[in-house]
């Protein structure tokens, strides 16, 4: 009895070792993404990661044009004869951008770091997680930071933590401080509350600098 178990389990080894290894995907390469580029648009930044749990890459990257700029996440899928990539979600960022915007991937999570603006700036952090829906794969937002400040130190300044996935909402008063090359900014009434917790997608996003406003009265 026991010789047949080890020739049954050499037998279940040999299946096992004879199935064929997962197909590696590659991701969407540069020339894809600029062939699906209109007149006159660039990719301003890319970045490559695994967003939905798959293992295999999956591409966020910004489309810039003289007057507009767009975020678009690309996911991986697998079906039995196909394999690929799938739109989950775009929005569009502020056009006056200061320099191309941050985008990274770690632990399933997308972070996109986005400076705007001129003398008066606009620093908004956004990040996303991938949803399965009913419509297909989606990005809910989880999380959006913003600041509003001077770059010259001509005026006070806010800043808004807030997470989307909990409500916590942390916000502070960026105080000017000192006179001439000695000017910083002094963080002064730090308010912590909770906001009610809804479910906020990719396309949905609300504006960072209309989120701050709506919280701490900035102008």
Same mark, same amino acid.
């Given at each position: 009895?026991? *010789?047949? =178990?080890?020739?049954?389990?050499?037998?279940?080894?040999?299946?096992?070792?004879?199935?064929?290894?997962?197909?590696?995907?590659?991701?969407?390469?540069?020339?894809?993404?600029?062939?699906?580029?209109?007149?006159?648009?660039?990719?301003?930044?890319? +970045?490559?990661?695994?967003?939905?749990?798959?293992?295999?890459?999956?591409?966020?990257? +910004? +489309?810039?044009?003289?007057?507009?700029?767009?975020?678009? +996440?690309?996911? #991986?899928?697998?079906?039995?004869?196909?394999?690929?990539?799938?739109?989950?979600? #775009?929005?569009?960022?502020?056009?006056?951008?200061?320099?191309?915007?941050?985008?990274?991937?770690?632990?399933?999570?997308?972070?996109?770091?986005?400076?705007? =603006?001129?003398?008066?700036?606009? #620093?908004?952090?956004?990040?996303?997680?991938?949803?399965?829906?009913?419509?297909?794969?989606?990005?809910?937002?989880?999380?959006?930071?913003?600041?509003?400040? *001077?770059?010259?130190?001509?005026?006070?300044?806010?800043?808004?933590?807030?997470?989307?996935?909990? =409500?916590?909402?942390?916000?502070?008063?960026?105080?000017?401080?000192?006179?001439?090359?000695?000017?910083?900014?002094?963080?002064?009434?730090?308010?912590?509350?909770?906001?009610?917790?809804?479910?906020?997608?990719?396309?949905?996003?609300?504006?960072?600098?209309?989120?701050?406003? #709506?919280?701490?009265?900035?102008?």
């Amino acid at each position: 009895m026991r *010789s047949m =178990g080890l020739i049954a389990a050499f037998m279940l080894g040999g299946v096992a070792h004879a199935a064929p290894a997962r197909e590696p995907m590659q991701p969407i390469s540069d020339a894809i993404l600029n062939d699906w580029l209109e007149m006159g648009e660039e990719i301003e930044t890319r +970045v490559d990661g695994d967003l939905n749990g798959d293992g295999d890459p999956d591409t966020a990257y +910004v +489309v810039a044009s003289p007057d507009a700029r767009t975020l678009h +996440v690309q996911l #991986s899928y697998r079906a039995e004869f196909d394999l690929g990539h799938q739109p989950a979600g #775009s929005f569009k960022l502020e056009p006056d951008r200061l320099g191309p915007a941050g985008l990274s991937i770690s632990k399933g999570v997308l972070t996109i770091r986005d400076l705007t =603006g001129g003398t008066t700036a606009l #620093s908004a952090i956004y990040r996303y997680r991938a949803a399965t829906t009913k419509d297909g794969p989606r990005m809910r937002l989880i999380g959006l930071d913003a600041t509003v400040y *001077s770059r010259t130190y001509a005026h006070d300044g806010n800043e808004m933590s807030w997470n989307v996935a909990t =409500g916590d909402t942390i916000t502070t008063l960026l105080k000017i401080t000192g006179t001439g090359e000695d000017r910083a900014y002094d963080k002064l009434y730090t308010r912590k509350f909770t906001r009610p917790v809804r479910t906020i997608y990719m396309e949905d996003t609300p504006g960072a600098e209309e989120e701050l406003v #709506s919280v701490t009265k900035a102008k």
